[in-house]
Nanobody, 122 residues
């Protein structure tokens, strides 16, 4: 069974940093694109960042560009999201996902993690 297990969420003050990790098992990690999404209470699930299977192409939402960095280590079957200069509006449940294509559309991703809470205090 394909599983995506996230870690690294928590409580941080405004301006601080967190690094999220997503470990993948049950399939060939290197052959799939990876992405991060987030969902705040009462809001739609929104695209954050995505990275190609080779790591050569990355894309970010305008709201996180310049502050967040997505990366992957295929040897460790893990994708990361480094979050710097965090703001209260970044507070959300963060999800990792895997799929065949590089896209910002949630429906394009077949597998999802359980989500991890990120809370940024004022």
């Amino acid at each position: 069974q394909v599983r995506l297990v996230e870690s690294g969420g928590g409580l941080v003050q405004s301006g601080g940093s967190l690094r999220l990790s997503c470990a993948v098992s049950g399939r060939t990690f290197g052959g799939y694109n990876m992405a991060w999404f987030r969902q705040a209470p009462g809001k739609e699930r929104m695209f954050v960042a995505t990275i190609s299977w080779s790591g050569g192409s990355t894309y970010y939402s305008d709201s996180v560009k310049g502050r967040f960095t997505i990366s992957r280590d295929n040897a460790k079957n893990t994708v990361y999201l480094q979050m710097n200069s965090l703001k209260p509006e970044d507070t959300a449940v963060y999800y990792c996902a895997s799929g065949v294509a590089v896209t910002a559309t949630p429906a394009s991703y077949a597998y999802w993690g359980q989500g991890t809470q990120v809370t940024v205090s004022s």
